[in-house]
């Protein structure tokens, strides 16, 4: 308890702001620094961790470590018997936060959604024009296209209007990217013409307030005392503290300098499980770690050549030496616990012979060079990329091919892989819906193009096939739809995926109430420190 005495002072002191030690704060050690605070503009857990887990709400919400649904900022909702229209009735007497750069005069209200979507929907927003910025998640899934209209109907009645049914439009409004931004907020922004501030210093009805934030170092947040769910804010302090080396985090967690850590190393487990101050809590992983394939770069626009990168890949070895009994072979882009997982699908034998043989008949007998992207930091579905990135590296040296390792700060190696500057990344996904569009739809739709779809892949019979599953409520039409999905992706091998992990989250006994998220974020709403 003194190590965490003096931890949380160090970062009270950092933060230059006053707090005093009590069983009501916890510090979190966190694997990176979010790219902002902006849940609409992000697309990764490191972000929304530090957001729309935190300072935000949705209209609708997950059940804390579950994948149904519950009421949010909506108290009820309804659906036209033709599956267009949904209408919202919004929870009274919710305030946003009053910080030391906003004072909110009013309650929310449908103004404040009316304006969160519709600054994702018209690039000609007031607020859009001022502070031009993309939302990828809300376009990789279609909603730019398909929401027809958002009205205000009255001051706590908002009405979504779309073009086709979206089967999985109530989980998609809980995601993260649809936080409800406040239009008061942004109104007092545009007139001091600071924009951008809404990214960096945000304003949510969360049940964790925004007070600052120290790159690579820390995020501190203070507790809502006005959160419209009292029971569910039981800390005065949360305090992100940035350490990107998994080594660090545990040492960190040993020493009490903090209460929870993410993405321990698998090798660390057995000795946190031994642990009797330690509980580390375990979840099936929900997720898959894979490799994007470029399609738009030569040679990676070839069939054969992603067939016999794909088959060089020596999986079961990297699954020992990356996930040391915490992970499965991956098969599909998406895990075998989504519904509408097909399980008749294999990956191709690993064979070095019939992999050479293909990139000899593909015009490449002496090999090719490429850039193989590794991920610069611990993600549920990759405990390690660079490691993995070195043994694929050594796979396809058998093969002739040279792959360059390359890397970045992890906001901008998502950037840049957005624009499409890899040959081939080591990626991954943690579901966010229960929804197979989630995978499919969020990962290789079109659409997607210039968002999450890093293999840059638009192929007119996939898309036929998961806008269609999309576009029916009818379990069986839409499980048919993406089994046959599924089979076009692997004969295609636009990815090769590796694996799916156990999400494992060490947790100091002092702490009540933390749960696992089925979609890997942290949440530490209805959290409390024992003294």
Not at 23 to 43: K, V
Not at 116 to 142: C, E, H, I, K, V
């Amino acid at each position: 308890m003194y190590n965490a005495t003096k931890a949380l002072l160090a970062a009270c002191l950092l933060a230059a702001v006053s707090c005093v030690w009590s069983a009501g704060n916890l510090i979190f050690c966190s694997e990176g620094s979010p790219s902002g605070f902006d849940p609409g503009q992000y697309l990764t857990g490191t972000d929304f961790d530090a957001s729309a887990e935190t300072v935000f709400n949705r209209l609708v919400q997950f059940q804390r470590g579950s994948t149904l649904i519950e009421p949010g900022l909506a108290t009820a909702w309804s659906v036209s018997p033709d599956g267009l229209v949904y209408t919202f009735t919004l929870r009274p007497g919710v305030r946003f936060h009053t910080t030391s750069y906003f004072r909110p005069t009013r309650d929310f209200n449908a103004d404040d959604v009316v304006f969160t979507f519709q600054r994702m929907l018209d690039s000609n927003n007031a607020f859009r024009r001022a502070y031009p910025t993309d939302f990828p998640y809300f376009n990789d899934l279609g909603l730019k296209d398909n929401i027809a209209s958002v009205e205000k109907i009255d001051p706590l009645t908002v009405r979504f209007t779309l073009h086709a049914i979206d089967a999985a439009f109530l989980q998609d409004l809980a995601m993260s990217f649809a936080s409800i931004q406040s239009a008061e907020y942004a109104n007092q922004l545009l007139k001091q013409g600071k924009p951008q501030q809404i990214n960096a210093l945000p304003v949510g009805t969360g049940p964790f307030v925004f007070k600052r934030y120290q790159k690579d170092t820390l995020i501190r947040f203070v507790g809502n005392k006005q959160y419209w769910k009292p029971g569910e804010v039981k800390l005065d302090n949360l305090i992100f503290a940035i350490t990107p080396d998994a080594s660090v985090r545990y040492q960190k967690l040993l020493a009490g300098e903090c209460q929870i850590s993410a993405y321990p190393r698998p090798g660390d487990l057995a000795l946190m499980q031994a642990d009797p101050q330690l509980h580390v809590m375990s979840l099936p992983g929900f997720n898959v770690g894979y490799l994007a394939y470029n399609v738009l770069h030569s040679p990676l626009d070839k069939l054969a050549v992603r067939q016999a990168l794909d088959m060089s890949i020596n999986r079961r070895v990297i699954l020992k030496a990356i996930y040391q009994g915490a992970g499965q072979i991956a098969v599909n882009p998406m895990p075998p616990t989504q519904w509408a997982y097909n399980a008749t699908l294999k990956n191709a034998p690993y064979d070095v012979a019939r992999a050479k043989a293909l990139l000899i008949k593909a015009g490449y007998p002496d090999g090719f060079n490429l850039t193989l992207w590794a991920m610069p930091v611990q993600r549920p579905y990759n405990p390690n990329a660079r490691l993995m990135a070195e043994m694929i590296q050594s796979d396809w040296a058998r093969i002739g091919v040279r792959a360059r390792i390359m890397s970045f700060e992890w906001g901008e190696y998502i950037k840049r892989a957005k624009a499409g500057e890899h040959d081939a990344l080591l990626i991954g996904w943690n579901g966010d819906n229960a929804d197979p569009d989630n995978w499919l739809g969020s990962l290789f739709s079109c659409e997607a193009m210039n968002g999450n779809n890093f293999s840059k892949w638009c192929y007119p019979p996939f898309e036929d096939l998961i806008q269609s599953a999309k576009r029916t409520t009818d379990i069986a039409l839409r499980t048919r739809d993406y089994m046959k999905a599924q089979e076009i992706i692997k004969a295609q091998v636009v990815v090769s995926p590796i694996a799916h992990s156990t999400f494992n989250v060490p947790v100091s006994r002092r702490v009540v109430g933390f749960k696992i998220s089925p979609f890997g974020l942290n949440s530490f709403y209805g959290v409390s420190v024992k003294p």
